[in-house]
């Protein structure tokens, strides 16, 4: 063989070789990359998780479902697929079960999602919806957390107007499935939060460990223009959403 040829030869082993590693590397990273979001989300390859839907506000069947709740859903599905695992689609007013046998994802705030109602009171006390004032000129509650407020605001007290929504994993206990809480001030807000869940979660990771319980406040910004898709991290206010406020004096 002469000396051209072996290094062709030789060249095109090396090739071979190389990009055999490249992409074994690439494999091991994106294999990781899953172990971690199946880890933050508690999705085992083939496990399951519970997509718990609410009801339209002011809508007179008690079935409807908002468009934007429905594309919320769909996002979940799509991020519980993406794990490897099988969601399972039940009402708020249908669950009969308790928390960590499988991971859950509650959409929609307490006056629409009772299941919602019973996380909040149960795992996130520090954090209720007050009805607006007689003369807000909309029937959007505003989200309190602690001593905060996040008051909706509509397009003639904003362009396009601002909402506010909440989300939020809490944890029953070590090693259980968590719960994630999405509960905002409209459809639309729950829709952006699903989105921010499904492409944050690294970051929410870092910051609070894959087992971590948070609760964050995200804004969304000039719905009416941009629909779900401007959403901005206000505050983490976990430690006030895990606080039981002091009940009043007498």
């Not at 695992?85 to 629409?112: I, M, N, W, Y």
Request: with cysteine; charged share 20%.
């Amino acid at each position: 063989m002469t000396d051209g040829v072996l290094n062709v030869v030789l060249g095109v082993v090396a090739s071979a070789v190389s990009g055999g590693l490249g992409w074994l590397a690439q494999s091991l990273r994106r294999r990781r990359r899953l172990e971690r979001e199946r880890a933050f989300f508690g999705l085992p390859a083939a496990g399951e998780a519970l997509l718990v839907v609410n009801r339209q506000a002011g809508a007179p069947d008690r079935a409807s479902v908002a468009r934007d709740d429905v594309y919320a859903l769909m996002e979940l599905a799509a991020l519980v697929r993406g794990c490897g695992a099988q969601a399972t689609l039940t009402g708020h007013d249908e669950v009969r079960q308790g928390l960590g046998d499988k991971t859950e994802f509650c959409v929609g705030g307490p006056t629409s999602n009772k299941r919602t109602a019973a996380h909040l009171a149960s795992w996130l006390p520090g954090i209720s919806y007050r009805d607006p004032l007689p003369d807000a000129g909309h029937p959007v509650p505003t989200l309190v957390v602690g001593p905060r407020e996040y008051a909706f605001r509509t397009s003639a007290e904003q362009p396009g107007g601002q909402a506010y929504v909440l989300l939020a994993r809490v944890h029953l206990r070590a090693g259980s499935r968590p719960v994630f809480v999405i509960a905002g001030q409209t459809a639309v807000s729950n829709h952006a939060a699903a989105r921010y869940l499904a492409s944050h979660h690294r970051t929410l990771a870092r910051r609070h460990g894959r087992d971590g319980a948070f609760a964050v406040v995200l804004r969304l910004v000039n719905a009416r223009a941009y629909g779900p898709d401007v959403v901005e991290f206000e505050a983490d206010v976990t430690a006030a959403a895990t606080t039981r406020p002091q009940p009043a004096a007498v």
